[in-house]
């Protein structure tokens, strides 16, 4: 009985799990979105808004300048940019659009970019968005991407069903209609 052990198995020993997450972490932490299976994401969900959490919890010496910090101050990053560098790997390479590579420090951009964004939120920094079946094997599939506030990224889901679209459509025929009254 699997009494209070929680977690997938992924019918992987313990170092294969650690190294799939690892590696997923690092690849959503690099490129902000990925597509996976369903239960990989909500695995890999727990997994990194954790590791944004550890960014979180320095407040604004996450992403301070180190120059401007105090000998103390600068210990305590260190300390927790350790704590995620043992996790998640130091550098990744994202192809651009050009064709060219460029290598990133994830480690910094987790402290850097990604607290300083979600510093306001008190969690839930990822959303899961489903696509359908794949084609091969028929696993479900989904999207996992951080929550960005400003501008929120419209997706095609695969086999979403009708009522996403109709409400959709309600939406945009009742909003010039609410526009018109406003005037």
Do not use: W
């Amino acid at each position: 009985m699997r009494h209070k052990n929680s977690g997938r198995k992924f019918d992987r020993n313990t170092s294969s799990r650690r190294a799939m997450f690892r590696n997923l972490a690092a690849n959503l932490v690099l490129h902000e979105r990925i597509e996976t299976t369903d239960a990989k994401a909500k695995e890999l969900r727990r997994v990194a808004e954790k590791l944004i959490t550890r960014a979180k919890k320095l407040g604004k010496l996450a992403y301070t300048k180190h120059d401007e910090m105090s000998a103390g101050d600068q210990a305590r990053r260190l300390a927790a940019q350790r704590v995620v560098g043992g996790f998640v790997t130091r550098f990744g390479t994202r192809v651009e659009a050009d064709g060219e590579s460029k290598k990133v420090d994830l480690v910094e951009k987790i402290f850097c970019d990604l607290a300083k964004r979600f510093e306001k939120r008190a969690g839930g920094y990822t959303r899961i968005i489903k696509f359908g079946p794949r084609r091969g094997d028929g696993a479900p599939m989904s999207l996992i991407e951080f929550v960005d506030e400003a501008a929120p990224v419209e997706t095609k889901a695969a086999g979403g069903g009708k009522s996403g679209k109709a409400k959709s459509k309600k939406a945009t025929a009742a909003a010039p209609k609410e526009a018109a009254k406003a005037e």
